[in-house]
């Protein structure tokens, strides 16, 4: 069983910069896939990035690649995701999640796909405003 835990949400004024962490509990010897997903109001949940936690290979949509950078601390058995100029349009929820789903390992751009997960975090806010 693995639990995750975000922190590092907030305010963030336009133009300004976050750094979101993922601590994960648990081995994920078995998984292919961590990833940040958010979910603005009224929306559906939108893959922003993953990372597989063995090799560290990134994934990014070609909404986020650019902005978002995804990594990963091995010795303190976290996911980062840190967020540069940031835009009103990035208020969400932002989530960790992982996935130990086999077709994300022969497919990786699968890994933003939220059905593929099946373990979650509870989610922080993420508020851009002046």
């Known amino acids: 069983q693995l639990q995750l835990v975000e922190s590092g949400g907030g305010l963030v004024q336009p133009g300004g910069s976050l750094t979101l962490s993922c601590a994960v509990s648990?081995?994920?010897?078995?998984?292919?896939?961590i990833a940040w997903f958010r979910r603005a109001p009224g929306k559906e949940h939108e893959g922003v990035s993953c990372?597989?936690?063995?090799?560290?290979?990134?994934y990014y949509t070609d909404t986020t690649r650019g902005r978002f950078t995804i990594s990963r601390d091995s010795a303190k058995n976290t996911v980062n995701l840190q967020i540069k100029g940031m835009e009103p349009e990035d208020t969400a929820l932002y989530y960790c999640?992982?996935?130990?789903?086999?077709?994300?390992?022969?497919?990786?751009?699968?890994?933003?796909?939220?059905?593929?997960?099946?373990?979650w975090g509870q989610g922080i806010q993420v508020t851009v405003s002046s």
């Open positions: 648990g081995s994920t010897s078995d998984f292919y896939a």
């Open positions: 999640a992982a996935t130990n789903h086999i077709h994300v390992k022969y497919v990786f751009s699968l890994c933003t796909e939220p059905t593929e997960y099946k373990f």
């Open positions: 990372i597989n936690p063995n090799d560290g290979s990134t």
